[in-house]
């Protein structure tokens, strides 16, 4: 993004927060992405407050037993600055933060690119300037044209850089309901929407990867088998159900549970970790839309 897009003291200032090489690949982010850096701190130095737009974090090089508390305190101090926030991770560590950080305006990368970084800095930068929550003031609407005209560029490009993330591979855990019954109300059974997944799937083997993606229903069917069969879907589990990049597939996630279609449970032994299910609304839609099929005679995918 080009630097003339902001005034200099417009533009917009970011915290980073992570290691020390780390902090030097997110600088070099966010001025790609037009910004600048207004801190750098390590995550045992997190300040509790701050007046950045935005905060870019690096979880890559925490251990895995200091990945839970770091999102905790990254957490609140995105409450208290009400700010924005870009997160990279690994895939390993998609679980224990996304239980804490999903959604709330976090925008959780996983096994990003330097490209992927600096196009979801520059829109979270974009959507933080002041002139676009304000009245336009005089003579400058051709500035907040530019603006505009950018972040679709952005856009777009996050689109392309997307379809060469890496796909998650191997199967992440799935933890049996404690005894839960089988509804008696479900049309169908978990083995025939398990049959529809792999139905899905075996289209890639003969067609160009991605050519059929579609994360949203693919994730639908997944926590609808689960809760035919009474278990229960981590977020890393979920982001293979989708069949598309982690990053893509946490969004997705995201965008479904702010939609009222997926929601949060905790997990009982973990209150930091959280599982995903289908809401009862949209349980009962999916229940109604496999029940219409067999009254009407047709396959269910």
């Known amino acids: 993004m080009p630097n003339d897009l902001y005034l200099d003291a417009d533009r917009p200032p970011a915290l980073l927060v992570g290691a020390a090489n780390d902090r030097e690949v997110l600088a070099q982010a966010v001025a790609a ?23 870019v974090a690096a979880l890559d090089a925490v251990a895995e037993n200091e990945v839970a508390p ?22 390993g560590q ?19 690119d330097d490209g992927a970084l600096a196009g979801s800095i520059a829109l979270a930068l974009a959507r933080r300037v ?13 500035r907040l044209r530019r603006l505009n005209e950018e972040v679709a560029r952005i856009a777009k490009l996050l689109a392309r850089l997307s379809e060469g ?6 199967v992440a855990d799935r933890v049996t309901g404690f005894g839960a019954p089988p509804r008696a109300a479900d049309p169908v059974r978990a083995s025939d929407i398990r049959n529809v997944i792999r139905a899905r ?12 993606e579609d994360p949203a229903w693919d994730m639908l069917l997944d926590l609808y088998a689960a809760e035919l069969e009474g278990a229960q879907v981590s977020v890393s589990s979920l982001c293979i159900a989708a069949a598309v990049p982690p990053t893509t597939a946490l969004r997705w996630i995201t965008r ?3 939609a009222g279609l997926f929601e949060r ?15 009862t609304d949209s349980h009962q839609r999916m229940d109604r839309h496999f029940a219409a099929l067999a009254a009407a005679g047709l396959p269910l995918g």
């Open 70 to 91: 770091a999102c905790v305190a990254l957490a609140a101090l995105i409450e208290a600055t009400d700010c924005a926030a870009v997160v990279t991770l690994r895939q």
């Open 256 to 258: 479904m549970t702010e």
């Open 130 to 142: 002041d002139v676009l929550a304000d009245t336009v003031r005089e003579g400058e609407e051709a």
């Open 33 to 55: 992405a037009g910004g600048r850096t207004a801190g750098s701190v390590d995550w045992a130095d997190l300040p509790d407050d701050g007046n950045a737009r935005l905060i």
């Open 201 to 212: 799937r075996l289209r890639d083997q003969h067609f160009t990867a991605g050519l059929f």
């Open 94 to 112: 998609i679980d224990a933060a996304a239980g804490i950080l999903l959604g709330n305006g976090i925008d959780l990368l996983c096994d990003a």
């Open 165 to 170: 993330e890496p796909r998650g591979s191997g």
């Open 265 to 279: 449970r905790p997990d009982p032994f973990d209150r930091r970790r959280a599982f995903l299910g289908l809401t």
